[in-house]
């Protein structure tokens, strides 16, 4: 059985948050009875309206890897949810430090709905679920952050990850600290695997490093369906 472990945006995802290129790929994958797990910075509102649009009911890890969501029934596993990061409130007295050091800065909390759209191309609906923060908060800042600021975070239990357009304050985890949460709770069931993880940059190297196969796509989600449909094959061959 394979485990496999992805990344949404530039990934399974189309630059306009679409999924149809890889959805093929998706069902075969699930129809053959292996596992897909989504690992990203997007909200539990966000994921959750996805899997939903693409019809299937799959494990999540949400916010740059600060919580795991698992159905019921997975690999005989009753629902759960596993917090490995820090809740809202917390979040919101780092970003006072953030602003102490850096002066104003644009958040997904203090931008408004309609600029929400403007800085990152979703629709009204999907720019409300980003919003709905319960574990992070993205804020724009080009420049360097000083290390003064990302040592008084360490002191609170906080960190900040650059992505592509965003910095991320979260708690002490990634992406890479739920991947590894998540390949313990398998193990733990005594049920032989092979991990996979498929990713497209910087801040999905820590989950690519934990697995049996990575895979870093520079193509987005042509190149994910190829990736996944050789691995098929090669499953099966």
């Known amino acids: 059985m394979l485990i ?12 306009n948050y679409r999924f149809d290129t890889a959805l093929g790929a998706v069902n075969k994958l699930l129809d053959q009875k292996h ?7 997007k909200t539990k509102a966000e994921i959750t309206h996805l ?23 997975f690999l005989g596993m009753g629902s759960a949810e596993v917090v490995l990061g820090c809740r809202f409130q917390e979040i919101e007295r780092g970003m ?8 104003p800065v644009d958040s997904f909390s203090s931008l408004s709905v309609r600029k929400l759209m403007e800085v990152t191309g979703l629709d009204e609906e999907g720019a ?32 900040i990850i650059r992505g592509r357009s ?24 005594g049920i032989p695997f092979r991990s996979v993880a498929i990713g497209d940059g910087p801040n999905d190297i820590g989950m690519l ?12 989600p042509s190149g994910w369906k190829d990736f996944v449909t050789k ?7």
């Open 209 to 220: 490093d934990l697995v049996d196969i990575p895979f870093l796509t520079q193509t987005g």
């Open 96 to 103: 006072e430090v953030v602003r102490s050091h850096l002066g």
């Open 128 to 159: 409300r679920r980003a919003k709905m923060r319960e574990y992070s908060e993205p804020f724009i800042y080009p420049d360097p952050l000083p290390k003064g600021l990302l040592n008084e975070l360490s002191g609170l239990g906080l960190r």
């Open 35 to 41: 596992r897909l797990i989504i690992n990203s910075s």
């Open 4 to 15: 496999v472990f992805t990344d949404l945006d530039r990934c399974l995802l189309d630059e």
């Open 51 to 73: 899997l939903s649009e693409m019809g299937i009911n799959i494990p999540y890890i949400v916010e740059n890897g600060s919580a795991i969501y698992i159905p019921e029934g």
């Open 166 to 189: 965003f910095c991320h304050l979260l708690g002490n985890t990634d992406k890479g600290k739920a991947t590894g949460k998540f390949i313990e709770m398998i193990m733990g069931l």
């Open 231 to 237: 691995l098929l094959e090669m499953d099966h061959g």
